[in-house]
């Protein structure tokens, strides 16, 4: 399964500073278990119409970050990624998204709106914990001992 790791920012075409250091790191690291990467889109209904144009045999799959979503721990997550992969999605799109919040449109079309907890996080930072989240949920799938429980 493929996953694309995309946040929305109608100003900057990429993360820069110390958060895109963090976060290439993490999908460096993811990239050992899963074909991963980053893009940037300039607002909701870009991604949107990327999902549309990217349904190949399967349906992508969409998880959306929002304060208001279900929280889960990094077994929990791990556990979404597996199923969503064992049912034959090719691509997971994993989005953090707009200032204002997702439209009832595109939390309606997400298999699953996530929360990183209740406080509101800038989307560098959000970008930085799902790809962290994404490579714990990675090797917890692989056995790997990143993961301790703790």
């Known amino acids: 399964m493929k996953i694309l790791l995309a946040t929305i920012s109608p100003r900057r075409s990429a993360l820069t500073g110390p958060a895109a250091t ?3 790191g993490y999908l460096t690291r993811s ?4 074909t991963i990467e980053h893009r940037v889109f300039p607002s909701e209904e870009a991604v949107l119409g990327f999902l549309e144009q990217a349904a ?3 349906k992508p799959g969409l998880l959306l970050a929002d304060s208001r979503g279900k929280q889960l721990s990094s077994e929990e997550f791990a556990g979404e990624l597996a199923r969503l992969r064992d049912n034959g ?5 994993l989005g953090i998204g707009p200032a204002d919040g997702w439209s009832a449109t595109a939390l309606k079309r997400a298999d699953l ?3 990183f907890g209740r ?3 800038p989307h560098e930072l959000a970008a930085v914990v799902a790809g962290e989240q994404i490579y714990r949920a990675l090797t917890i799938l692989a056995g790997h001992p990143y993961h301790t429980g703790h």
């Open 22 to 24: 963090l976060l290439e």
């Open 89 to 93: 999605t090719q691509l997971l799109l």
């Open 31 to 34: 990239g050992r278990y899963s």
């Open 56 to 58: 190949g045999r399967t």
């Open 113 to 115: 709106t996530l929360a």
């Open 119 to 121: 406080i509101t996080l």
